[in-house]
């Protein structure tokens, strides 16, 4: 393959850089830390908040900037600064929510005081299920009433959808308003933005702020969150457990989360030892 000049590579972590059971391997750890040592800028670009990504690729010093939330944060390291956000308004967040918990549905948004959650979770096989997920952590009875007296911008709402039928529905129907993007996440999960918050959306900011074109941009991802970046990134990569809408939107397909395939991708097409 022909080699574009690349100054920076936008990462999905989870079913991306991460193993199902979310850690991150010591090779895919050693192909980003020489990634680094080349001067490309390793961007984790996720749809976890900051705090999401300590445990994992936080690992290797020297990580400048994330974007977080599907594009709706973008944050320079270490320090934290906010460069760039695309906060859902709390009028469209609580329509949201109330609509969604019409629905056998478990709910948790991002702010930015944290992640808080709807506390309905203890009656569901949510935690067998997904138990990298700190369910019992910071359970709101009233989360709509909550963020409206906390006056809370949200950042994302995140929805693990408990019914087949129902989740079908809610993928054909698409968002609950206009002012909001929808996206699948895995096999009962949406999220939910700003329509103006996408990792494309995220990617560009910092390109603005890096002076950057974003034809020098390598993406790799595995989810419908990462469809935009993937369309208008340089080179883009889906993974090999991605879906077929994710393959079809990318220039190159790679093997799975659980085979390394994204460092696997960028050894050979930096060419690496």
């Not at 974003?214 to 993937?230: C, E, F, M, T």
């Not at 809408?245 to 085979?259: I, L, S, Y």
């Amino acid at each position: 393959m022909s080699i574009k000049r690349i100054r920076l590579a936008a990462l999905d972590l989870d079913g991306t850089l991460l193993h199902g059971d979310k850690t991150i391997s010591d090779h895919t750890l050693s192909v980003l830390r020489r990634l680094m040592a080349e001067g490309v800028l390793v961007v984790p670009t996720t749809g976890r908040n900051l705090e999401g990504l300590q445990d994992n690729i936080l690992q290797i010093p020297g990580i400048s900037y994330a974007v977080c939330s599907n594009g709706a944060q973008v944050f320079r390291l270490p320090e934290r600064k906010l460069l760039y956000e695309a906060a859902i308004s709390l009028e469209d967040a609580v329509a949201a929510i109330r609509y969604l918990q019409t629905f056998p549905t478990f709910l948790y948004v991002h702010t930015d005081e944290g992640i808080f959650r709807t506390g309905n979770w203890r009656d569901t096989d949510l935690k067998k299920r997904f138990p990298f997920v700190r369910f019992w952590e910071n359970n709101v009875e009233d989360l709509p009433g909550f963020l409206s007296d906390k006056q809370l911008p949200v950042i994302k709402i995140g929805v693990f959808v408990l019914d087949d039928q129902i989740f079908q529905m809610f993928l054909q129907k698409g968002s609950p308003l206009a002012s909001l993007s929808q996206f699948r996440t895995g096999p009962c999960n949406l999220e939910l933005n700003a329509v103006r918050a996408s990792k494309a959306k995220g990617i560009e900011a910092l390109c603005r702020h890096l002076d950057m074109p974003i034809s020098q941009v390598l993406a790799i991802g595995d989810n419908q969150n990462d469809i935009p970046l993937l369309r208008t990134a340089g080179v883009s990569v889906a993974m090999g457990n991605g879906e077929e809408d994710v393959k079809a939107a990318a220039k190159f397909v790679t093997g799975t989360n659980e085979e390394d395939g994204a460092a696997e991708f960028l050894r050979r097409y930096f060419r690496f030892p």
